[in-house]
Nanobody
């Protein structure tokens, strides 16, 4: 069993930055692929970024060059640094954990554990 607690959301102006964090607990949580997904009002949940326990990194095309995912296995945390935010980045961001193979990390169905979500609003 893995428990995930996300934090760091808020209101930011276009062009601004936010850093999300996800604290994981559980005996083997540092062997899971960790990911961030987001869901905007009226839209389906979409993949944002993932990092495997071997530090292989995956980003959605829409956030490449702006968002950076990282993890600290010693602290059992995964972070998402979000720069150059725009209104299309608005949504509830959730962290998730999976033991799926790397070719499946972009699919929400691959994830067994989910955090509670944190709201990110990009607006002037």
């Amino acid at each position: 069993q893995v428990q995930l607690v996300a934090s760091g959301g808020g209101l930011v102006q276009p062009g601004g930055s936010l850093r999300l964090s996800c604290a994981a607990s559980g005996r083997t949580s540092n062997t899971y692929t960790m990911a961030w997904f987001r869901q905007a009002p009226g839209k389906e949940r979409e993949f944002v970024a993932a990092i495997s326990w071997t530090a292989a990194i995956f980003h959605a095309d829409s956030v490449k060059g702006r968002f950076t995912i990282s993890r600290d296995n010693g602290k059992n945390t995964v972070s998402l640094q979000m720069n150059s935010l725009n209104p299309d980045d608005t949504g509830v961001y959730s962290c998730a954990a999976s033991r799926a193979q790397e070719q499946f990390v972009r699919s929400a169905r691959s994830y067994d554990y989910w955090g509670q979500g944190t709201q990110v609003t990009v607006s002037s």
